[in-house]
């Protein structure tokens, strides 16, 4: 792949996650309703700026071989870029460990990355449990709506609210696969030529020891004649 194909895929990428990060800002304001405000550093630094970063580096994972799994491995973490920005803001940590209030800046790309694996890893039984703990968290941040925003579910604007968080958090899981599934590639492709490599010693282990030894009688005395 070609660096115009590479820069093309980091920039849709870059699109993406901050069209993304502007609708989950969208959600927040939802819940908050009039309380909610907007700043540089509480807008811009902590949810935009990681939104497009972690864009770019997912539509980076697309373009990226599989035999980079190291590349793959960190990028496969990058939504937790969420978290490490949010955590920059002051009083935040604070709060997070006081209170509990900013721990949706870590559930949230926790739960996208549970997501992204249970979608595309390599390991049925952990695909299996970090399914069991996405759809848990979805369930969850679906709960904020009536909890949060005190929004009924079966009224117009708290369905809208439960959808858009929804379906937001079911994007965020499919780019989150991107980098497992480039994983799990070269995975099976390590794994079947090893298989091979092993089948051919296991061949030429098995071939007759008479066909790389001298003559048998029989050959010699057809020799002797």
Known sequence: M???????????????????????????????????????????????????????????????????????????????????FALLLPGLLVSLVTTGIGGGAIGVPVAGIAGGYALAGRRRWLRVATGIFAVLMLGGVIATVPAVADESLTLPRGAWLATLIATHMVVLMLASAIPFRALSRGEGRVQGAASETSGGAARAASTSPADDQGPTGENKETLAM
């Open 2 to 84: 070609g660096t115009g194909a590479w820069t093309a895929r980091v920039l849709v990428g870059a699109v993406c996650g901050l069209a993304w990060a502007c609708a989950l800002r969208a959600y927040m304001a939802g819940l908050a309703g009039f309380g909610s405000t907007f700043s540089w550093s509480g807008t811009f630094f902590a949810i935009l700026t990681p939104g497009m970063l972690v864009g770019a580096l997912l539509g980076l994972a697309s373009a990226l071989p599989p035999h980079r799994r190291s590349a793959l491995r960190w990028i496969a973490a990058s939504p937790m870029l969420f978290a490490a």
